[in-house]
């Protein structure tokens, strides 16, 4: 590209201090959807309402330090739930391309978790998303990255977080509660060609209540009462399926001519998750694990084009033994945006099977608008 994307990632991450110091920016998004059916494991409700909706405020603090606060809003069972999404405070000047954070902010595994959801191509995140991250897994934690000093990009991360947001309701927990390590390498092809590849394991210290567990005489929770959600229910937070450790491996590939991808674009992705040791009861046979592929075609300054194609498969449990589920799910869309600010997508989603799993949809249209103002995060590769 005229300018590789990764050299100057990198020297965001590692020349930060030498940046041109600006003032604290403002701003907000509005996300909406029209939904004629809700999905299986979806996070849209049916009829119209409102999505991943957010403000937020950045800046520097001070020379050696910036700071983001971020609050969220969105629909939940016909309710407008309000949360802190971020707030978190991130070093400036750390020698030898290191950067910390620590507050609370979404962890960094997997190739879409840490971009907000209205800046997806699609208007629902993948099944291993809604199924293992609660489709956007912020928590309370703390993180150091390394930024390698190579001619193409390669990073390195940590997270270790509290882990209420993944695991609301926990059989047994420790603390912390949920420990990841990530990795990223990337770099330009020509300039029209640019790829990333990434890897990153969870480990996660909190069990997930057990479904049934009052019926095969289990003791109370060690922290909080009730019993994991059933699956197949849309939540408001937290996986609805869970384990003890869970690796994501992620590939993208992007081309547009010379480097122009504000005119023309096409995007590949691909994500395949696996999460093993469901609960105290599984053996090694006993996981989970879901494939993501999709395509965005740019065609035009204004239109995009999209495909995108999932399966997830699980042991879902039941007390102190499991049921195989499955899911597939097929999704087409097209986007127009106008302007920089505005995103208006019609997206048609197929569920053509479904087993051990609620609301599977034979066909769902669903109509997305998103409207931002003023500043938002920066657009990852």
Do not use: C
């Not at 971020?86 to 962890?107: I, N």
């Amino acid at each position: 590209m005229k300018k590789s994307v990764f050299a100057a990632m990198a020297a965001s991450t590692i020349l930060g201090a030498h940046a041109q110091e600006k003032g604290w920016e403002f701003g907000a998004v509005l996300d909406a959807a029209y939904t004629t059916r809700s999905l299986a494991l979806g996070q849209r409700e049916q009829g119209l309402a409102l999505g991943h909706s957010d403000a937020i405020a950045r800046g520097p603090l001070g020379r050696h330090f910036s700071a983001q606060l971020g609050a969220a809003a969105h629909q939940h069972d016909g309710k407008v739930e309000f949360e802190m999404e971020e707030a978190w405070v991130q070093t400036r000047t750390l020698p030898a391309g290191f950067q910390a954070r620590a507050g609370r902010f979404a962890s960094q595994i997997g190739y879409l978790n840490e971009q907000h959801p209205h800046a997806d191509d699609f208007v629902e995140r993948p099944l291993l998303y809604r199924a293992f991250l609660g489709g956007h897994w912020f928590d309370d934690g703390v993180r150091l990255n390394w930024t390698a000093p190579t001619p193409f990009y390669l990073t390195f991360g940590t997270e270790v977080f509290r882990g209420r947001q993944l695991i609301e309701e926990a059989a047994t927990a420790r603390s912390p509660g949920a420990v990841t390590l990530s990795m990223k390498v990337g770099n330009d092809i020509n300039r029209s060609q640019s790829w990333q590849l990434g890897a990153s394991y969870l480990h996660n210290r909190r069990e997930a209540a057990i479904e049934d567990e009052a019926d095969h005489g289990e003791e109370g929770h060690a922290e909080e009462g009730g019993h994991e959600h059933g699956h197949g229910h849309t939540h408001a937070h937290g996986a609805a399926l869970s384990g003890k450790k869970m690796w994501l491996l992620d590939a993208a590939w992007k081309w547009a001519p010379d480097g122009n991808n504000r005119q023309q674009q096409l995007k590949l992705v691909g994500e395949y998750a696996r999460v093993t040791k469901p609960n105290r009861y599984a053996d090694n046979s006993d996981y989970h694990d879901a494939l993501s592929l999709s395509a965005v075609w740019r065609f035009s300054q204004e239109w995009e084009l999209g495909a995108r194609t999932d399966w997830l498969r699980a042991r879902v449990p039941h007390g102190d033994h499991f049921h195989n589920g499955r899911l597939r799910e097929h999704a087409l869309m097209v986007a127009w945006k106008p302007t920089h600010s505005q995103a208006l997508r019609l997206q048609f989603t197929a569920q053509p099977r479904a087993e051990e799993f609620e609301n599977r949809s034979s066909r769902t249209v669903q109509l997305q608008y998103v409207l931002s103002f003023g500043a938002h995060g920066a657009h990852s590769f």
